[in-house]
T-cell receptor, first 111, second 116 residues
Framework: QKEVEQNSGPLSVPEGAIASLNCTYS??????FFWYRQYSGKSPELIMS????GDKEDGRFTAQLNKASQYVSLLIRDSQPSDSATYLC???????????FGSGTRLSIRP | GAVVSQHPSRVICKSGTSVKIECRSL??????MFWYRQFPKKSLMLMAT?????????EQGVEKDKFLINHASLTLSTLTVTSAHPEDSSFYIC????????????FGPGTRLTVL
């Protein structure tokens, strides 16, 4: 059973601080990794994709991938109240036929 | 990102009726369509994968005769929940992808189904 694990939270972070979200996955052959943001009652929105080891930055977001440790993370700098949402980690399976979602981490940014 | 529409956004129906949900990719050709459902406070669960012009592949535990998927064109796929029951009440979301997109999925806005 291929799995993607996330801490469900809630993770509470003060406004302006860095929020760090973590994810581990079981399929060593995975080649694609994604972070989605989902507001309550809405569908997920893709915010980052990463395919190779290291860091990838996009604005206030940085995705980090370590395939050897089967670990992917998302850093959100200068956290804003609008960042409060559930963040879903998703991993493309090794057959590249689908992606597997974690259960999500609920992030709350307190003013 | 890609532009995806779903219709209807919300539907309430009586038990035993069938409900059809449409998913359209507006600015690209969707060679593959994923259909998910999400129960309250739970993660996304993949129901089925369909490729344009061929039969859908259903995940374990998803009844293919109950959840009918049609992917007749590169811009439209439909999911029909047949003989819906209260336990089918959920948030249904489509995610079309195109060839070469490396599994990058852009979700439709979702359809909230409530079966009374």
């Amino acid at each position: 059973q291929k799995e993607v694990e996330q801490n469900s939270g809630p993770l509470s972070v003060p406004e302006g601080a860095i929020a760090s979200l973590n994810c581990t996955y079981s399929d060593r052959g995975s080649q694609s990794f994604f972070w989605y943001r989902q507001y309550s009652g809405k569908s997920p929105e893709l915010i980052m994709s990463i395919y190779s080891n290291g860091d990838k930055e996009d604005g206030r977001f940085t995705a980090q991938l370590n395939k050897a440790s089967q670990y992917v993370s998302l850093l959100i700098r200068d956290s804003q109240p609008s960042d409060s949402a559930t963040y879903l980690c998703a991993v493309g399976d090794s057959s590249a036929s689908k992606i597997i979602f974690g259960s999500g981490t609920r992030l709350s940014i307190r003013p | 990102g890609a532009v995806v529409s779903q219709h209807p956004s919300r539907v309430i129906c009586k038990s035993g009726t069938s409900v059809k949900i449409e998913c359209r990719s507006l600015d690209f050709q969707a060679t593959t369509m994923f259909w998910y459902r999400q129960f309250p406070k739970k993660s996304l669960m993949l129901m089925a994968t369909s490729n344009e012009g061929s039969k859908a592949t259903y995940e374990q535990g998803v009844e293919k005769d109950k959840f009918l998927i049609n992917h007749a064109s590169l811009t439209l796929s439909t999911l029909t929940v047949t003989s819906a029951h209260p336990e089918d009440s959920s948030f249904y979301i489509c995610a079309p992808i195109s060839l070469g997109s490396y599994n990058e999925q852009f979700f439709g806005p979702g359809t909230r189904l409530t079966v009374l």
